[in-house]
């Protein structure tokens, strides 16, 4: 059978490209010494006809993906790093979004029955505020640490914002020691060290209650890189 036999049968779905306009101005300044550096991104991206996918059954293969009339995001990235002492190494990073379906109905309509209208909701797994900080201090013999804390706000699971299907704030600590030669290096690594526990996808009982997904727990373990 040809593609529209299949879509007509409901055997195949099919949707239109996403297209988007993007804005962003960047802001690049290293100190006179080299020791501290900032980077920052200001953005902003229109879309028309996002793609959405959309949550049928409980199932969860039972997804399809539509078009979303206009959308919209804006916020900020900013990096900065520097040299506290020789061989020290520290710094964080911060961003900030801001989304919002601006014309939440379209294809969408004829999908879910009725239609739910998604303007002025956020997109899905979009957390509006992630950040981190690291430290690393590296010897003249080759010996390196390195700690890292990585947070994420909470967002929703679903483009229908249910106040059930919310992915939870986060905040994991990791680390990395190892030993850098000319052409390998080997690591130990712990993540997640205490042992966090979080939803990284909760959709919540509506519209499907089959699967949740939890954050990485704590992992420990080593590995040699060889370059050639």
């Known amino acids: 059978a040809d593609q529209a036999t299949l879509e007509a049968a409901g055997v195949v779905n099919s949707y239109d490209p996403e297209f988007t306009n993007n804005y962003e101005f960047a802001f690049r300044s290293q100190s006179d010494d080299g020791r501290l550096t900032i980077n920052s991104n200001l953005f902003y991206i229109d879309y028309t006809d996002q793609q959405v996918g959309v949550q049928l059954t409980s199932n969860p293969l039972d997804v399809l993906t539509v078009n979303i009339g206009e959308s919209e995001l804006f916020g900020f990235e900013v990096d900065v790093s ?26 969408l309509d004829d999908v879910v029955g009725g239609g739910r209208d998604l303007t002025g909701l956020e997109f899905a797994y979009a957390p509006k505020v992630t950040g981190g900080l ?7 013999n080759g010996w390196f640490l390195n700690g890292r804390y990585r947070y994420s706000d909470e967002s929703f699971a679903l483009p229908e914002n249910f106040a059930n299907a919310v992915n939870e704030s ?20 712990l993540n997640n060290a205490l042992d966090d526990e979080y939803f990284t996808a909760n959709l919540g009982p509506q519209p499907s209650s089959a ?17 050639f």
């Open 134 to 140: 690291f430290a690393r201090y590296e010897w003249e």
């Open 170 to 189: 986060f905040s994991v600590f990791d680390f990395l020691a190892g030993y850098q030669a000319d052409t390998w290096r080997a690591e130990l690594y």
């Open 211 to 227: 699967f949740n997904v939890v954050g990485q727990p704590r992992t420990f373990g080593g590995r040699v890189i060889m370059r």
């Open 82 to 107: 520097y040299l506290a002492a020789d061989g020290l190494l520290i710094g964080g990073n911060l961003g900030f979004v801001e989304t919002e379906f601006t014309e939440g109905r379209g294809v």
